[in-house]
């Protein structure tokens, strides 16, 4: 799952719409952006395996502190309350909370049975990602239905605000089409670096064109 958890970000803004749309967007991407520092420091563990799923090149063996159920409550209780001293907005801490845990609902539907439960438990998975055009309609909908979902929820009030939204969307079908059928990485380390660089890209854009629009009434 990718656009699917930007997508996630986008519809939480019709119910949050105090809070400003990068810290929806972090939240049901909390769990990659853990995984991929957790990845640099040696916490967890993946490997290049072509052919382990049909959608993608790895095989994600060992990832218990960012993608496990339990730990994603802890997670996503720490990032609420953390948000909840900052802004004081209780359905921004709802909509963050609900984004955390969502990502492991979105990846057991479309992992193989690599989800864990809690770290060192069973761990579970529908296996979506066997089937790439599944996988991609899945996606590019929910994308779909969390853009329409944002932009009823909100209005630009400039042209960066109505420009930088559309292209923001198109930027992120750019990636999810060309991530999946280019090359396999080269490394893990590759791919944590990547990921490290374009979801703070990703965030200050969001933000950015974000803090341009404003609530619909």
């Not at 063996?61 to 720490?78: E, I, N, Q, R």
């Not at 979506?128 to 853009?147: F, K, P, R």
């Amino acid at each position: 799952m990718f656009i699917g958890h930007f997508a996630v970000g986008y519809g939480a803004k019709r119910y949050a719409p105090r809070a400003p749309l990068w810290a929806l967007m972090a939240a049901p991407l909390l769990a990659d952006i853990l995984w991929t520092v957790f990845l640099l420091m040696g916490w967890e563990h993946a490997r290049i395996a072509v052919g382990d799923t049909r959608y993608t090149p790895l095989d994600l063996y060992d990832f218990p502190w960012s993608h496990s159920l339990v730990m994603l409550v802890v997670w996503a209780t720490v990032l609420g309350a953390g948000y909840f001293f900052w802004k004081r907005d209780w359905a921004g801490v709802v909509a963050i909370w609900i984004g955390v845990v969502s990502h492991w609902v979105l990846d057991w539907i479309t992992h193989r049975a690599d989800m864990p439960l809690y770290p060192g438990g069973p761990k579970f998975g529908l296996g979506l990602w066997n089937s790439i055009a599944g996988t991609m309609v899945v996606e590019i909908l929910m994308l779909a239905a969390g853009v329409v979902a944002y932009a009823r929820a909100t209005r630009a009030r400039d042209w960066i605000g109505r420009y930088f939204f559309w292209g923001y969307v198109v930027l992120l079908l750019i990636f999810y089409v060309g991530d999946r059928f280019g090359g396999p990485p080269s490394s893990m380390n590759e791919i944590a670096w990547t990921g490290v660089v374009l979801t703070v890209v990703m965030l200050v854009w969001a933000g950015w064109f974000d803090a341009h629009r404003e609530a619909r009434r």
